[in-house]
T-cell receptor, first 115, second 112 residues
Framework: GAVVSQHPSWVICKSGTSVKIECRSL??????MFWYRQFPKQSLMLMAT?????????EQGVEKDKFLINHASLTLSTLTVTSAHPEDSSFYIC???????????FGPGTRLLVL | GENVEQHPSTLSVQEGDSAVIKCTYS??????FPWYKQELGKRPQLIID?????GEKKDQRIAVTLNKTAKHFSLHITETQPEDSAVYFC???????????FGKGTSLLVTP
C-alpha cells in the first residue's frame, strides 16, 4: 500500500518559536493532502486541505497565518506552526492518497510539545 | 458540514464476547465510511471501510453494517481478544480521497 512519512516524529520547542513538519508521500503522487490535529484523548480534527501548487483550504477556526501550509510538489506538504504556544501542543497527522477510490493513508504523526 | 456521532465513548467487554460501536452521520452526500483503530501514541490504522453501495462488509472477526436511509453505520467485533483493546474511530466522507469527518472515538477494553 501507499506510504506516507512525517518528520520529525516528535519535537519540543520553546514558546514563540516556529516549527516545521514535513509530510511526504513516498510511493505515490499526492495532489491533495490533509492535515489533522489530535489533542490528548480527543478525536482527530481536520485543520486544512493542502493542494499542490495552490493555497491551502483551512477549516473554520484554524488560523491560516499561524499554521502555514506549503505544498510545492506532488510528494511534499509542510505545516509550519508559527510562534508556537503551549496550547498548540498536540499530535499533528497528515494523510494522503485515496484518489480513484483507493485507501487514504496516514503518516505516523508528529507530537509537538511547546514549553 | 458533516457531523458524525459515535457511541459509546467507552466499552468494556470480556474476552470472547462481541463488541458493537455505532455511528450516525448527518450529510446524505457521504458515501465512504472507514473505521480506524488507534493504539496509544500511534497513528490511526484502517481496519475496515464500507461504501454506500454496500450494506455490509466482513473481514474475519470484524464487520461493518451501513444503513444509508437511517444514516448510521456500526462496527462489530466478534470473539474479542485483549489485543483488540484500543480507541476506535468511525469517520464519514464523500469518498476515500476526501477529508474525513471523525467521530469522537470509543475506548474499547477487552479483559481476559
Amino acid at each position: 500500500g501507499a506510504v506516507v512519512s512525517q518528520h520529525p516524529s516528535w519535537v519540543i520547542c520553546k514558546s514563540g518559536t516556529s516549527v516545521k513538519i514535513e509530510c511526504r508521500s513516498l510511493d505515490f503522487q499526492a495532489t491533495t493532502m490533509f492535515w489533522y490535529r489530535q489533542f490528548p484523548k480527543q478525536s482527530l480534527m481536520l485543520m486544512a486541505t493542502s493542494n499542490e501548487g495552490s493555497k491551502a483550504t483551512y477549516e473554520q477556526g484554524v488560523e491560516k497565518d499561524k499554521f502555514l501550509i506549503n505544498h510545492a510538489s506532488l510528494t511534499l506538504s509542510t505545516l509550519t506552526v508559527t510562534s508556537a504556544h503551549p496550547e498548540d501542543s498536540s499530535f499533528y497527522i497528515c494523510t494522503g492518497g485515496g484518489a480513484g477510490g483507493e485507501t487514504q493513508y496516514f503518516g505516523p504523526g508528529t507530537r509537538l510539545l511547546v514549553l | 458540514g458533516e457531523n458524525v456521532e459515535q457511541h459509546p465513548s467507552t466499552l468494556s467487554v470480556q474476552e470472547g464476547d462481541s463488541a458493537v460501536i455505532k455511528c450516525t452521520y448527518s450529510d446524505s452526500a457521504s458515501n465512504y465510511f472507514p473505521w480506524y483503530k488507534q493504539e496509544l501514541g500511534k497513528r490511526p490504522q484502517l481496519i475496515i471501510d464500507i461504501r454506500s453501495n454496500v450494506g455490509e462488509k466482513k473481514d474475519q472477526r470484524i464487520a461493518v453494517t451501513l444503513n444509508k436511509t437511517a444514516k448510521h453505520f456500526s462496527l462489530h467485533i466478534t470473539e474479542t481478544q485483549p489485543e483488540d483493546s484500543a480507541v476506535y474511530f468511525c469517520a464519514a466522507s464523500i469518498n476515500s480521497g476526501y477529508a474525513l469527518n471523525f467521530g469522537k472515538g470509543t475506548s474499547l477494553l477487552v479483559t481476559p
